[in-house]
T-cell receptor
């Protein structure tokens, strides 16, 4: 049973528009959530995170929203740029336990 | 979809012993395997990159003699934590790259506790 789901395997967005990547989790024990970005042939890099005591965290063009009651988080990128084209993974953490989602491939079209 | 099977999912070992973690790509050939370590509330830390048939490339600060990585085949990579100490307790996760970079999948991770 997948504890962390990213139901959209791919997403295409026009440059300058908003990209919204979604992630759902099932385990209410998770108290920290992270987003990673991965370019082809490279390892993933940390992007942004959020603690379960918050519902929003913003860093430049990237904002993560957390809805604990719905067990849902989303990553907003605005404005989207071609360089944002990558695979985005969300991850959920509690204690020493980490679970990663399967990833969403974002393509930002010029 | 592509699957990387990582075992064991959790292990407890005594200080001074060695622990081997395996990652197998089940339905694709992982030409490259990344090994990560993650501490709670911190970002994923890349430890090393291994390409099949060649020596692993370690990130700065990672002891290659302590964290032995073997990538002898396109479907199997192993990380051996030698002479483990309590400070090695952590969550270790691998990821495999294949399909000319189009396939990238995380393993399920291993929680190591050294007592």
């Amino acid at each position: 049973d997948q504890q962390v789901k990213q139901n959209s395997p791919s997403l295409s967005v026009q440059e300058g528009r908003i990209s919204i990547l979604n992630c759902d989790y099932t385990n209410s024990m998770f108290d920290y959530f992270l987003w990673y970005k991965k370019y082809p042939a490279e390892g993933p890099t940390f992007l942004i995170s959020i603690s379960s005591i918050k519902d929003k965290n913003e860093d430049g063009r990237f904002t993560v929203f957390l809805n604990k009651s719905a067990k849902h988080l989303s990553l907003h990128i605005v404005p989207s740029q071609p360089g944002d084209s990558a695979v985005y993974f969300c991850a959920a953490n509690y204690g020493q336990n980490f679970v990663f989602g399967p990833g969403t491939r974002l393509s930002v079209l010029p | 979809g592509a699957v990387v099977s990582q075992h064991p999912s959790r292990v407890i070992c005594k200080s001074g012993t060695s622990v081997k973690i395996e990652c197998r790509s089940l339905d694709f050939q992982a030409t490259t395997m990344f090994w990560y370590r993650q501490f709670p509330k911190q970002s994923l830390m890349l430890m090393a990159t291994s390409n099949e048939g060649s020596k692993a490339t370690y990130e700065q600060g990672v002891e290659k003699d302590k964290f032995l990585i073997n990538h002898a085949s396109l479907t199997l990579s192993t990380l051996t934590v030698t002479s483990a100490h309590p400070e090695d307790s952590s969550f270790y996760i691998c990821s495999g790259v294949g399909g000319q970079g189009t396939t990238y999948t995380f393993g399920s991770g291993t929680r190591l506790t050294v007592v």
